[in-house]
């Protein structure tokens, strides 16, 4: 299946979160590669490094060298499309090693709307889980699932998805107050 969770609102890579951990309850395999957040650490990672989960069951790596062209980035665009495509890389090789059965692909909807790859690439190396209705039966050529997080989800993306969320922010505390994210809710 290929699920995508996007929308302006905060709980994307949350929600894609909490269906590792629920993949993990049920003795699978997940891998999460992070598109767009840099080398400081998130509460994701501080937690799963605490606890100290098994390499072999899951793994997070992050590809992306850090928000692109806000928070004071300095980084020259084409080290931040180089580090996207190396992620793309990393995630191809992992489809084909069919040792994952959740692949989370977090903020590629971001890392295609600001061009750091095009969706033309990202729908290639989703290719083996696209899906064909023949008899009633949905047939794939991965036994994987994989979830695509972050803002602007491409339209294409959306068509070849089998289930789409989308996260609609309603309130939150920076419109009013201009406060800063906070550990442990947005990172």
Do not use: C
């Not at 400081?40 to 790596?61: D, M, V, Y």
């Not at 969320?165 to 107050?177: A, G, L, S, V």
């Amino acid at each position: 299946m290929i699920l995508v969770f996007t929308g302006n609102g905060k709980g994307k890579t949350t929600a894609a979160l909490g269906q590792a951990v629920r993949a993990l309850g049920q003795g699978k395999k997940v891998l999460v590669i992070q598109f767009i957040k840099g080398p400081w650490l998130s509460g994701e990672h501080i937690f799963f490094k605490r606890f100290k989960f098994h390499a072999s069951r899951f793994k997070i790596i992050r590809t992306g060298k850090g928000f692109v062209k806000i928070l004071g980035d300095k980084l020259p665009f084409k080290e931040h499309q180089k580090a996207a495509r190396e992620g793309l890389n990393f995630v191809s090789k992992a489809i084909k090693s069919k040792k994952y059965d959740l692949i989370i692909l977090d903020e590629i909807n971001n890392a295609v709307d600001l061009k750091l790859l095009s969706a033309k690439e990202v729908l290639t190396v989703l290719k083996p889980f696209r899906v064909s209705q023949r008899f009633g039966q949905r047939k794939s050529a991965t036994s994987s699932d994989v979830i695509l997080t972050g803002r602007n989800a491409p339209k294409s993306f959306i068509k070849i998805a089998d289930l789409v969320k989308e996260m609609k922010e309603i309130k939150h505390p920076f419109q009013k107050n201009n406060k800063s994210a906070r550990p442990g809710i947005e990172f």
